[in-house]
Structures are given as structure tokens and as C-alpha cells.
């Protein structure tokens, strides 16, 4: 199955201020997607990250305060902006899909905290 | 959209008992369905997956079951270890837009 490597593994950020999370995978993927994940919750699809082009939010996120690229077939950034104490989650990377015989598998995710 | 609901949120039993988890998705468009378990502090691991050509799969101790007609799917484990206890989220993806939707989780405890 395919192997993501996602970085930071946490970070405790200054209010107002940007991080860029890195998500990596060992293998050409279809599909990325970038996964918001409060404390004991569920999974929430924050985007899906498109290679090559603009990224596809769900309905309560948007570009600008969740700029995502996609520069090739392996890898992503989603950058939290402008963050306020409500963005402390963690921010989990996927990659795959139905067609792959392995589905689709999670990086370890980025616990940010929001100071 | 797709809409995912799983029952029930925590679930404790016995270990060597069986546990049962399920999920109903509202989309008909919907025809994969994995199962996830995650561990504290670690991303989601995919345990089983079943698409909607199959109504039954099975990895050892681990079952899912489909009944497209009624848009549900269970997860069956059985002969539980206390290295079972975690939490098990359910999701269903159509192949329109190959996105996955996830169901609230539940919380396994298996008692030794």
C-alpha cells in the first residue's frame, strides 16, 4: 500500500499567523485529499487537492483561508492561514482511491495548536 | 450530498465476544465502503474495505456485510483482543467524486 509521510507532526503557532503542512506519498496517486479532524471527532473533507490545478473545497472552506497545491502526482501542501485558537485540530492527509487495490490511506497528521 | 450515520458511538464488551458495528450511507451513487480504525495519536489504518458488487467480505477475524437495498453496511469482528480496542469510523464514496465521507466513529473497548 502506498506510504504518506506528513509534516510537521505538530506545531503550537502564534495567532495570526500561516503553517504549511506537507504531505508526501511514496508512490503515483490519483487522489489527494486534505482531512480536518477536531479531538475525538470525526474525519471532516476540508478538499480534494487536484494535480495541476485549483482545489476542489467543501462547503464551509475556502481558498483563501485554505490554499492547497498539488504540483505532482505525489505531493501536497495545504497552508492554514491567518489562524485563530478555533483552527487547533489536526489536519490529516489522504491518498488513493476506489480503483487502487489499497483504497485510500491517512498520513499520521498535524496537531496544531493555535496560541 | 452523501450523508453517513454509525451506530452505536461507544461499544464496550467481553474480550474473546464479538462486536458489531453499523453504518447506513444516503446516497445510492455510493459503492465503496472501507472501514478505518485509529489509534491515539495515530492516523486512521484502513482494516477492510467492500464495494458494491459484493455483499460479504472476510479477513480473519474481521467481516463486513452490505445490503445495498437498504443502504447499510456492518463491520463484524469477532474473537476480540484488548489490541481491538480503538476507534472505528465507517465511510462510503461514490465514483463521481471518489471523495470519502465518514460516519461519527465508535469507540471500542475490549475488557480483558
Known amino acids: 500500500s502506498a506510504v504518506i509521510s506528513q509534516k510537521p507532526s505538530r506545531d503550537i503557532c502564534q495567532r495570526g499567523t500561516s503553517l504549511t503542512i506537507q504531505c508526501q506519498v511514496d508512490?503515483?496517486?490519483?487522489?489527494m485529499f486534505w482531512y480536518r479532524q477536531q479531538p475525538g471527532q470525526s474525519l471532516t473533507l476540508i478538499a480534494t487537492?487536484?494535480?495541476?490545478?485549483?482545489?476542489?473545497?467543501e462547503s464551509g472552506f475556502v481558498i483563501d483561508k485554505f490554499p492547497i497545491s498539488r504540483p505532482n502526482l505525489t505531493f501536497s501542501t495545504l497552508t492554514v492561514s491567518n489562524m485563530s485558537p478555533e483552527d487547533s485540530s489536526i489536519y490529516l492527509c489522504?491518498?488513493?482511491?476506489?480503483?487502487?487495490?489499497?483504497?485510500?490511506?491517512f498520513g499520521s497528521g498535524t496537531r496544531l495548536t493555535v496560541v | 450530498g452523501e450523508n453517513v450515520e454509525q451506530h452505536p458511538s461507544t461499544l464496550s464488551v467481553q474480550e474473546g465476544d464479538s462486536a458489531v458495528i453499523k453504518c447506513t450511507y444516503s446516497d445510492s451513487a455510493s459503492n465503496y465502503f472501507p472501514w478505518y480504525k485509529q489509534e491515539l495519536g495515530k492516523g486512521p489504518q484502513l482494516i477492510i474495505d467492500i464495494r458494491s458488487n459484493v455483499g460479504e467480505k472476510k479477513d480473519q477475524r474481521i467481516a463486513v456485510t452490505l445490503n445495498k437495498t437498504a443502504k447499510h453496511f456492518s463491520l463484524h469482528i469477532t474473537e476480540t483482543q484488548p489490541e481491538d480496542s480503538a476507534v472505528y469510523f465507517c465511510a462510503a464514496s461514490p465514483d463521481s467524486s471518489y471523495k470519502l465521507i465518514f460516519g461519527s466513529g465508535t469507540r471500542l473497548l475490549v475488557r480483558p
Open positions: 489522504s491518498a488513493g482511491g476506489h480503483q487502487d487495490s489499497y483504497g485510500y490511506t
Open positions: 508512490s503515483q496517486v490519483t487522489m
Open positions: 487537492a487536484n494535480q495541476g490545478s485549483e482545489a476542489t473545497y
